[in-house]
């Protein structure tokens, strides 16, 4: 063995200089795989699966705990797990849920990879899946039976923006033991708190409004008490991670949340507003406009809009005459996800269960970033002159 070869020591990292702590707001960037028991006797209770603390990297350090706990917090939930992904969180939670012979109730509108899931894996482990209506309520009651094991719900729906009766849903749920879960992406916990309602669990893709910069993928889901130890246990033997260099994203964005979210809401309300002054549209599908079919609901239950919503033209165009309105914009991107600084547009024509009226027509999605309200009015207004 050369000299000086013992460059990686084995001392833990202290976080002090000079004699004196080192201290910052947030909390440190936690990496690892390893943590180090302070006495062998804490080794042996990891062993036996009776050590208190954290035990291993997978289980998340620091730094997860610390978005985690803000998340709880933020839900008003029990317990907070991060996920790598909005998706992994999902398909985590109804994997942590459902065994053979169990039926799902997922509802029409939810994002299309969490209906892929059910159909495409858990199909797979004999799990049934019916879809329900995208603006269900009471009748809910309807598609319930002995092997019912859980309801999912999206409110609104991130394309189509129908709500669900929550207050509804949950009651005939808790009466027949029938967990519900929802992905609360598009109000995020600001705008609406889920578990407040009855909701058994939230699921938030972080990487939405949280997030805000479109450059982190992270997910989470936040449980009530009575299902807290069923999903804990799923969790630690799952191991699945998300890594602190992303958590700490998280954080950061969960601080300037609110003032982001207010500005996204108070420019798509101008967008929408006036996108239904123009003789060219015909609906505006924003969940806080009075026009909306479940406008009640969603201010009976939510105190927000966030920046997420859709429109039609009056006309059918053809994707090709889409296309000719789309390539002219100069201020909205096009691309997946949304929630971030940069408007984004996407379209294309829905199918859904229920009261839905735009069968065939092409809805516009905007995900109303933070540029400058009028310098979006005047590009849309700009590219409508391709239609005319
Ligand atoms: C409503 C909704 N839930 C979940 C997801 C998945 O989130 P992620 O992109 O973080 O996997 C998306 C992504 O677009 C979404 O729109």
Request: proline share 3%; aromatic share 12%; charged share 20%.
């Amino acid at each position: 063995m050369g000299k000086n070869n013992n460059i990686v020591g084995w001392d833990e990292y202290t976080r002090s200089y000079g004699g004196r702590e080192i201290r910052t707001i947030n909390p440190t960037i936690q990496s690892g795989s390893t943590v180090l028991f302070e006495h062998f006797e804490d080794m042996q209770l990891a062993l036996e699966g009776e050590y208190p603390g954290v035990d291993y990297g997978t289980h998340g350090l620091s730094t997860q705990k610390a978005f985690e706990e803000a998340m709880c917090e933020i839900e008003n939930g029990h317990a907070s797990y991060a996920f790598p992904s909005g998706i992994s969180a999902i398909t985590n939670t109804l994997m942590a849920f459902t065994k053979s012979g169990d039926e799902i109730l997922l509802c029409d509108n939810v994002y299309g990879p969490t209906a892929s899931f059910c159909h495409k894996i858990l199909t797979k482990y004999n799990v049934k899946i019916t879809h329900i209506e995208s603006n269900i309520g009471a009748e809910i009651s309807h598609y319930i039976n002995e092997n019912t094991r859980l309801i999912f719900l999206e409110s609104p729906g991130s394309n189509t923006f129908e709500i669900q009766d929550i207050s509804a849903i949950v009651k005939i749920a808790k009466k027949a033991g029938i967990i519900s879960i929802i992905d609360n992406s598009w109000a995020t916990p600001l705008f609406l708190k889920p578990l407040d309602l009855g909701i058994d669990i939230s699921i938030q893709s972080v990487t939405k409004y949280i997030c805000g910069h479109s450059d982190v993928l992270i997910g989470c889901s936040t449980v009530n008490e009575k299902y807290a130890a069923e999903f804990a246990e799923y969790f630690h033997t799952v191991e699945n991670y998300a890594n602190p260099h992303d958590c700490y994203q998280a954080l950061r964005g969960l601080r300037t949340l609110k003032v982001r979210l207010e500005a996204h809401q108070k420019s798509a309300y101008e967008v929408a507003r006036w996108l239904e002054s123009q003789e060219i549209v015909d609906s505006v599908i924003h969940p806080g406009l009075e026009s909306h079919p479940q406008h009640n609901l969603w201010k009976r239950d939510f105190t927000g809009a966030s920046g997420l919503f859709a429109f039609t033209f009056k006309d059918s165009y053809s994707t090709e005459t889409i296309a000719l309105f789309a390539n002219s914009l100069k201020m909205f991107g096009f691309g997946f996800s949304w929630g971030g600084f940069k408007s984004l547009l996407t379209a294309r024509p829905y199918k859904r269960d229920g009261k839905w009226v735009h069968d065939g027509k092409h809805l516009v999605r905007l995900s109303i970033g933070l540029e400058d309200t009028d310098d979006l009015i005047a590009d849309l207004k700009n590219s409508f002159t391709k239609l005319q």
